[in-house]
T-cell receptor, first 112, second 118 residues
Framework: QQQVKQSPQSLIVQKGGISIINCAYE??????FPWYQQFPGKGPALLIA?????SEKKEGRFTISFNKSAKQFSLHIMDSQPGDSATYFC???????????FGQGTELSVKP | GAVVSQHPSRVICKSGTSVKIECRSL??????MFWYRQFPKQSLMLMAT?????????EQGVEKDKFLINHASLTLSTLTVTSAHPEDSSFYIC??????????????FGQGTRLTVV
């Protein structure tokens, strides 16, 4: 019940295309759903986050879509650029101490 | 966003020795700090949660006597890997949060520490 399932494991997108990464969760007590971007050898950096009372949030080229009834949320990266090539993690927060449960990660490669 | 600094960024130690990793919140008070471990090509796995002035809460399967966590101040938490073995080689990442600021506060991540045990 604490798991967050992320797909796909890897993704190759052409420059200018749309990258879509999906996550699903089970625990309805989760109250915060962030996405993180991680470059090799670095810590994860918060990209964008959403709360369950909102169905969509957009910040620049990044959009989160949230489906509470399906317990799914996704990250859309519009106009993908080679600099977006990184590993992306979804996460969900809830429970004791507000700890984050991470998805398995998606390695995105944007080809020029 | 707020800054969390980890030190060292890389460390190599001999098998059987102990190594300490520091995690500092530079511009906010971290009531809660989290320690993660990340193996290559894998996700972040939470090891423990520590609250300032209290004992850390370890996740299932994490040896508390091997991974000693101290959170003695609102800006510093340390993780000590005792009697390190090659299988402890990993990327260790901390994150910090000030829960007093409310339920909507973010957790900010350090840059990680690459531990190699030889």
């Amino acid at each position: 019940q604490q798991q967050v399932k992320q797909s796909p494991q890897s993704l190759i997108v052409q420059k200018g295309g749309i990258s879509i990464i999906n996550c699903a969760y089970e625990n309805t007590a989760f109250d915060y759903f962030p996405w993180y971007q991680q470059f090799p050898g670095k810590g994860p950096a918060l990209l964008i986050a959403i709360r369950p009372d909102v169905s969509e949030k957009k910040e620049g080229r990044f959009t989160i879509s949230f489906n509470k009834s399906a317990k799914q949320f996704s990250l859309h990266i519009m106009d993908s650029q080679p600099g977006d090539s990184a590993t992306y993690f979804c996460a969900a927060r809830g429970g004791q101490g507000g700890k984050l449960i991470f998805g398995q990660g998606t390695e995105l490669s944007v080809k020029p | 966003g707020a800054v969390v600094s980890q030190h060292p960024s890389r460390v190599i130690c001999k098998s059987g020795t102990s190594v300490k990793i520091e995690c500092r919140s530079l511009d906010f008070q971290a009531t809660t700090m989290f320690w993660y471990r990340q193996f290559p090509k894998q996700s972040l796995m939470l090891m423990a949660t520590s609250n300032e002035g209290s004992k850390a809460t370890y996740e299932q399967g994490v040896e508390k006597d091997k991974f000693l966590i101290n959170h003695a101040s609102l800006t510093l938490s340390t993780l000590t890997v005792t009697s390190a073995h090659p299988e402890d080689s990993s990327f260790y990442i901390c994150s910090a949060r000030d829960i007093r600021a409310g339920a909507n506060t973010e957790a900010f991540f350090g840059q990680g520490t690459r531990l190699t045990v030889v």
